[in-house]
């Protein structure tokens, strides 16, 4: 035991090691730090369904990468409505 009482405490990190919190080693800076700050596509590969349909559907998600992250929800519910239309037109067509 120390004289303080505390042994095995480790002493707050100084002023140097806040500016440098939560970055890892070799991990890219953020957006805001390089002034870019303009959307950055993904690069998400689609693959194709099969379905002519769903496929043209689903190359509107491509859109997302060219816009800013709020307009990302028109894009998603722009896809979820033509998915769901096609999956009701291939329900209608087996019922037949």
Known sequence: MTETGLEGVVPAPGPEAAA???KAAGAP?????????GPRPLGVVLDATGNTEVDAVLVRLQDADLLPTEDH???????????????T????????
Not at 29 to 37: F, I, N, S
Not at 73 to 87: F, I, M, P, S, T
Not at 89 to 96: G, K
């Open 89 to 96: 037109r291939l329900d209608d067509d087996n019922r037949s």
């Open 73 to 87: 929800v028109e894009v998603y519910e722009d896809v979820h409505r033509g998915l769901r239309d096609a999956l």
């Open 20 to 22: 440098g919190a939560g």
């Open 29 to 37: 800076a953020p957006a805001e730090a390089v002034g870019d700050a």
